[in-house]
């Protein structure tokens, strides 16, 4: 339920709490501020739960006004020391979050049988001691193809007589032309396109 909601449900309850007012008795009238109260605390989440017992305690007729006030007490019992609703959800939401992980790991570790749970567990602890203290490099790589797909004048190198040309080419210099193409700077003069 969003915001906007909750503010227009609570000035309904007020709305028909101050239609009340002289038409019922003053205890009435008290009880009645006590559900929108607790409506209001987000205690009772739901406005048809607190629409619908002020309905049934200012009603007119006797017998139902009591049935209302024995539906009101238990109300109030219920929902007097209840937690707002968004305590309870987050609450809901946090145990439901805990199972599910746990019965996530329970449901793969079941899966393998009890040998392989043992050397996938050895495995990892030996991966963890293997790279723990190892440095780490970023390696740079041209990949460098016989056929010409990157349209480049020129090969790269050449080596036993076969022509390599590159196949990934750095494009750092890019401008765009007028037409809004891109073009790619191989050298001082020369520019291609580029499609990206």
Not at 115 to 144: E, Q, W
């Amino acid at each position: 339920m969003t915001k906007k909601l909750i503010r227009q449900y609570t000035q309904n309850l007020r709305t028909t709490r101050d239609s009340k007012i002289g038409k019922v008795p003053p205890d009435i009238q008290a009880k009645i501020n006590k559900i929108v109260d607790l409506y209001e605390d987000r205690k009772i989440s739901q406005y048809e739960t607190a629409n619908k017992l002020i309905n049934d305690i200012s009603i007119n007729d006797t017998k139902k006004r009591k049935s209302g006030l024995k539906r009101y007490d238990k109300a109030v019992a219920k929902y007097e020391e209840a937690e707002p609703i968004t305590e309870r959800m987050a609450k809901t939401a946090k145990k439901a979050r805990t199972g599910k992980e746990v019965k996530a790991v329970i449901k793969t570790h079941d899966k393998q049988p009890i040998f392989k749970r043992k050397a996938i567990a050895g495995l990892a602890t030996k991966a963890k001691d293997m790279f723990k203290n190892r440095k780490t490099y970023d390696v740079k790589f041209m990949l460098f193809s016989v056929e010409n797909r990157s349209g480049v004048k020129r090969p790269a190198f050449t080596m036993d007589g076969r022509e390599y040309y590159p196949l990934i080419i750095n494009t750092r210099g890019e401008k765009k032309r007028k037409d809004g193409s891109n073009c790619t700077r191989q050298s001082k003069s020369v520019y291609r396109n580029s499609s990206k």
